[in-house]
């Protein structure tokens, strides 16, 4: 469990690149940019203590709000940034969804930063240009249910199971080429 003080305000003498004020921190990317060197990179993710509205203060592992001034550090494995947040300062207007001014990351700024959008990679493409074809209904509707294709197995003489047949969705034509 996170832990929460006041710690006296951060000055520019303790800061790596501190940004010009503390109002630079509105920006989701300052925040994340000031994370160079926390020390808890493998207990919490830097993305989602930016996204929260947290800037890292260069003093052991605490964060702090820019937005409400709550001071958070001292974090587990098992802290998440969002929920040590509403813990320690529910009223925070920018939990709230207030306007404060924060200017979060471009949805191009979060493909850079969290990687490659494999998913939508061929979203113009039909589907018959990858190899797909659409089917409205099946090639053999009167045995689209299992009762029509068990029955078509009454003359079956095979080795497998007319039932595990139907269930898989065959049925039985006789010696015909369909």
């Known amino acids: 469990m996170a832990m929460v003080f006041l710690i006296p305000p951060t000055t520019p003498e303790n800061q790596v690149n501190p940004p010009e004020t503390e109002e630079d921190y509105k920006s989701e990317e300052v ?29 052991s592992d605490w964060v702090k709000c820019a937005f409400c001034e709550v001071s958070v550090g001292h974090w587990d494995v098992d802290d998440t940034a969002m929920s040590e947040h509403l813990r320690w300062s529910p009223d925070c207007p920018f939990l709230k969804g207030e306007e404060v001014g924060n200017i979060p990351l471009s949805a191009v700024e979060n ?14 493409k039909t589907l018959e240009e990858l190899g797909l074809w659409k089917r409205k209904t099946h090639k053999h509707p009167a045995f689209s249910v299992r009762v029509k294709r068990l029955a078509s197995f009454s003359k079956w003489v095979g080795l497998v199971d007319s039932k595990k047949m139907a269930d898989a969705g065959f049925f039985y034509a006789g010696n015909v080429e369909m």
């Open 31 to 59: 925040r994340l940019k000031s994370y160079n060197g926390f020390p808890s990179a493998g207990l919490i993710c830097i993305r989602s203590l930016a996204a929260s509205g947290f800037w890292f203060t260069k003093r």
């Open 111 to 124: 493909l850079r930063i969290c990687g490659v959008d494999e998913c939508s990679r061929h979203i113009d």
